[in-house]
């Protein structure tokens, strides 16, 4: 009678702690990835009152004559891999891990030690770590390769201090690549003005710093198809021209500076402007084919060495080259020469030519024959620009780079008098431009990506990586210990923590951002097993309370 009281006390017990358990799972109802518990009872030892007997040649066997003594909580399980419902935040720094194969934790620290969670509500902390916003646990990953930015190092995992000083901006890039599209049609009006079509583009150096580059296209032969380009300046941020000051410095050894260094050099054909002499030149000597006169009369005398026309009356200025010829200026002029034969005065300026197909009305080359690129020197310019003064250290040079032109997508059309010509920094590449060049970034968002890769995004347009969230996988992920804040920690039944990680995507599963993992507790089940569980517990009371009268009436015999 008195075991049937302890059974009665042990039902409670046991019933007690399975409501305990039920309690902590609808408390949690609304718990980031909180996972449901569940327990299996189990039978308590049994007394024996009469041992089994074998059979005989006579006689049958007996079976043992036993007694429970009551249950007892055999198991609390852990429902781990098990997923919750996906709940949509919109936060790029909320990750909900999908697992394929495997069931997959972040690993963060909490100053001591490696635990593990599955609740991926994330912040930037005050140093820049990326942290638990529960508790502030560092979450751990992988760090770039510091010798090659695009890899990842999967080593030790670290604390991922995303928003260090060094990620907080990205360096900039000189413009190494142009391109010209559009349509030139022969028509527009601007090829009539003394400056041409003007195009331009802004360019960086490897600082950053902006410069405009300016250049004219004029029609040469609009029979033919023939234009030429030109660069008439590169401005600075201040609106100081570079490519002038450049051209009007002294140079007191090796070659004067000329535009043609600048812009087209490394063609292989010159570019030539005939006039006539019914442009106004005249022959001023049949022995001296270099000297020509302006103005009908001999009033002006050409200067091959200042590229002017001088007068012999006193005070007269000067007429300059590009006045008497339209050019854009006369440090463009490279040369003269005079035809006697066909009395043709011949300029060779600092221009390329664009030679269109007059049937298609596509390029055909750029400056030179069998080209569609013409060369931008424009690291011969610039405070940086490169130098051979032996008293500056070599690494002090280029701070401009050479840009690459392209005019292959360039066209001769009729577009109804109006061009639509125009210049890009950069050169199409599928859908990005390449060698564009880039000033200093400043960071303005954050990214994970699906494998955990988390990247940065930067006002100059770059995407830089950052680091990698690694993941944490176990033989057996119902054997971790929970210790609270959604937390958990190895024992000697889950299997252990390597110390490096896995990467999430190696057997298919992700990282899902903008989502928060739901808790698994199933209500249904849980008032279910309420239900059950209160049932249980009434039922073992009135073991106590029967047995208790069953006593009672034991004691009433001696009455």
């Keep these: 009678m008195m075991r049937s009281l302890f059974s009665g006390v042990a039902g409670l017990k046991t019933h007690q702690t399975k409501m305990d358990v039920i309690g902590n799972n609808i408390s949690n109802v609304n718990t980031v990835a909180f996972k449901s518990s569940s327990t299996t009872f189990s039978d308590i030892m049994y007394q024996t009152t009469s041992q089994a007997s074998g059979a005989t040649a006579t006689r ?125 049609d022969k028509y527009d009006s601007q090829f009539k003005s003394s400056g041409g079509y003007i195009r331009s583009f802004t360019l960086y150096d490897n600082l950053g710093y902006p410069y405009t580059a300016k250049f004219s296209i004029k029609l040469e032969d609009e029979t033919m198809g023939k234009y030429s380009v030109s660069l008439t300046g590169i401005t600075d941020k201040n609106n100081v021209d570079i490519l002038a000051n450049y051209l009007n410095e002294e140079v007191t050894t090796g070659e004067p500076h000329t535009l043609d260094k600048i812009f087209g050099g490394d063609t292989t054909e010159e570019f030539k402007r005939s006039y006539s002499l019914s442009d106004g030149f005249t022959a001023s000597s049949t022995t001296n084919p270099q000297t020509f006169s302006y103005g009908g009369v001999s009033d002006y005398t050409f200067d091959a060495k200042t590229k002017k026309f001088v007068s012999s009356t006193a005070g007269a200025a000067p007429i300059s080259l590009a006045q008497a010829c339209g050019l854009d200026d006369d440090r463009a002029v490279l040369g003269v020469s005079y035809d006697a034969a066909t009395e043709k005065l011949d300029i060779t300026f600092a221009a390329s030519e664009l030679q269109f197909d007059t049937k298609e009305g596509n390029l055909i080359y750029a400056g030179a024959t069998g080209s569609k690129k013409i060369t931008l020197h424009t690291s011969l310019l610039g405070p940086n620009r490169s130098t051979t003064d032996p008293e500056q250290p070599p690494e002090i040079n280029q701070a401009l780079s050479d840009i690459s032109i392209d005019f292959a997508q360039l066209m001769n059309y009729d577009n109804g008098g109006t061009s639509t010509a125009v210049a890009n920094r950069g050169v199409p590449d599928g859908t990005i431009m390449r060698g564009e060049g880039k000033k200093l970034g400043t960071m303005t968002g954050l990214s994970v990506s699906n494998d955990g890769r988390i990247y940065g995004s930067y006002s100059n347009g770059n995407t830089v990586l950052l680091g990698q969230i690694a993941a944490a996988q176990f033989a057996n992920a119902s054997g971790l210990e929970e210790i609270g804040n959604n937390c958990y920690k190895t024992t000697l039944n889950s299997g252990e923590f390597d110390g490096i990680g896995v990467d999430i995507s190696a057997d298919g599963s992700s990282m899902n951002t903008g989502q928060l993992e739901m808790a698994n507790v199933d209500l249904s089940a849980e008032f279910t097993d309420m239900i059950t569980t209160q049932r249980g517990f009434q039922a073992n009371s009135r073991i106590i309370t029967v047995s208790d009268t069953m006593l009672e009436e034991l004691i009433n015999l001696k009455r």
Excluded: C, H
Aim: no cysteine; glycine share 12%; hydrophobic share 35%.
């Design 60 to 184: 049958g066997g007996v079976n043992a004559k036993q007694i429970g003594l009551g249950v007892t909580n055999g198991a609390t399980k852990i429902s781990v891999t098990s997923s919750g419902a996906a709940q949509s935040t919109g936060d790029a720094l909320d990750i909900r891990l999908s697992d394929t194969n495997t069931t997959n934790f972040f690993v963060v620290n909490n100053g001591s030690e490696n635990v593990f969670t599955r609740a991926g509500s994330f912040y930037i902390d005050g140093n820049g770590n990326l942290a638990m916003t529960t508790t502030g646990y560092l979450v751990m990953g992988w760090q770039v390769d510091p010798d090659n930015p695009s890899v990842i190092t999967k080593n030790t995992v670290t604390p991922l201090r995303v928003m260090q000083p060094a990620n907080l901006t990205s360096p900039p890039e000189a413009t190494t690549e142009a391109s010209f599209s559009g349509v030139l």
